[in-house]
């Protein structure tokens, strides 16, 4: 099925907002075996959004329109909606409720513009949006389904999982019993990755199995999509494959679908009655704000240290200039230690970034030292990353997390990854 997705407004066409809407809509069609073909962005103007609606009726089965459903005058979705099905505009008193509804509940006034969000070409199929007041709707524009979607992501997301995807499903004739499974790892490179797992979609013979990536350093995304008549077939099409995908990549899974590899740690640190304490340099605190918000995270993150130099965490978790060293991994071990005893923590993760001096560009580096310390056992390890000054603040992160997951785990916290780099 040829699916297009047209994104409207000034401000996504001017890159004012970055498009993740659009990211988010091809990214989801792709897990459930749906291919966008073509992408279109257009301002609020009547002119051009009518040419896109009657262009993209012409070439596509199915057409998401994103945006343009609000109350204001450049929200302009329904009109040229109904002029390009050759239909009229009228009130739909059902959502006229619905929105009157929705603001009684929170005790405000419906503001008299929002009615024109319940004006809906005659020959409308609406599409709930359970979370907001912009009614979604479907209708046919020349020979292609268009399904009409608000721009605010969380009503976007929602309605695009409950309403449009089991349509498009239900058009496209595939079948409608998908599973993604995920894996999300840290060290390997997606062309890596692509390699180790090659011949894995084959253990089932039937095409079932679609094998993908989505890459966002530090970690990349392995993605299998299984179809199947009903679950118990798609859980025995899956069991062998992804038997195999752990196997291959073993120790570099961090997590599985939604588990995080934060979520990992707090979850097994809390399973002990541990505590954690960190230290990072560099960082800015992001190890820190990867754990701490985390739901169950006050009995277990015990506190954490940001500074700029070896000299403040020396001072932050009293030890003299002398015990804290130059950077090495004796003094990382030695911060680790004392982290651990100032803040009372049974575990604690030090990670002290040691930044190359000059312009930020590709060949820019970083080491990374890291240590792990527990009342019996300290753990450390020293890695060299280069890149731009982004890469190496999130690779520190992202190896300090992965390494304290491997240390609680019985894993090898020294393995090397594909981003590390010889001096």
């Known amino acids: ?51 896109a609606f009657v262009e993209a009726g ?12 609000g109350p204001t005058v450049d929200d302009l979705s329904q009109e040229i909606a109904a002029k390009a099905a050759g239909v009229e505009l009228a009130l739909n008193e059902e959502w006229l409720t619905r929105m009157e509804s929705f603001f009684l509940r929170r005790s405000r006034v419906m503001p008299p513009n929002n009615r024109k969000q319940a004006m809906l070409p005659t020959t409308a199929e609406i599409l709930d949006n359970p979370v907001g007041t912009a009614c979604g709707f479907a209708l046919d524009i020349g020979k292609a389904r268009f399904l009409f979607t608000p721009g605010v992501p969380r009503e976007l997301r929602r309605m695009l999982e409950e309403q449009v995807i089991p349509r498009l499903l239900a058009r496209s004739g595939l079948q409608s019993a998908i599973h993604l499974k995920r894996f999300h ?19 089932v013979g039937d095409g079932s199995v679609k ?15 299984v179809r199947g008549t009903d679950r118990a077939d798609i859980e025995a099409k899956l069991a062998p494959v992804q038997a195999e ?21 707090l979850e097994t640190l809390a399973g002990r009655g541990g505590t954690l304490a960190t230290v990072e340099t560099f ?13 169950g995270a006050e009995p277990v993150f015990a506190g954490g240290v940001v500074a700029r130099d070896l000299r403040q965490v020396g001072r932050a978790v009293d030890l003299d200039d002398g015990t804290a060293g130059d950077m090495s991994l004796a003094a990382a071990e030695a911060i680790a230690r004392a982290a651990r005893v100032k ?81």
């Open 185 to 203: 790892s840290y060290g390997l490179g997606e062309s890596h990755v692509d390699t180790l797992l090659a011949g894995v979609e084959d253990l």
């Open 245 to 265: 995908v752990r196997k291959r990549l073993g120790n570099f899974i961090m997590a599985e679908d939604d588990q995080t590899l934060e979520g990992i740690i």
């Open 58 to 69: 012409g070439r596509a089965d199915a057409v998401i329109v994103n945006g343009g459903l």
């Open 343 to 423: 803040l009372g923590a049974s575990h604690a993760l030090a990670v002290l970034v040691d930044l190359d001096e000059g312009p930020d560009r590709i060949d820019f580096g970083g080491t990374i030292l890291l240590a792990i310390a527990t009342k019996t056992d300290t753990a450390s390890r020293r890695a060299r990353i280069l890149g731009g000054r982004d890469w190496v603040r999130l690779g520190a992160v992202e190896m300090g997390l992965d390494c304290l997951r491997r240390y609680l785990l019985g894993l090898p916290v020294n393995e090397r990854i594909d981003f590390e780099k010889s001096d």
């Open 1 to 51: 099925m040829r699916i297009e997705i047209i994104c409207t407004g000034d401000e996504v066409l001017s890159g004012k907002i970055v498009n993740s809407n659009f990211s988010h809509m091809s990214q989801r069609l792709e897990d459930v075996g749906l291919t966008v073909r073509w992408g279109t962005t257009v301002g609020d103007d009547r002119e051009a959004l009518f040419n």
């Open 283 to 295: 960082t800015g605190g992001l190890i820190a704000a990867r754990v701490a918000h985390l739901f």
């Open 211 to 225: 094998l993908g990536f989505r890459s966002h350093y530090p970690q990349l995304e392995t993605k299998l999509t």
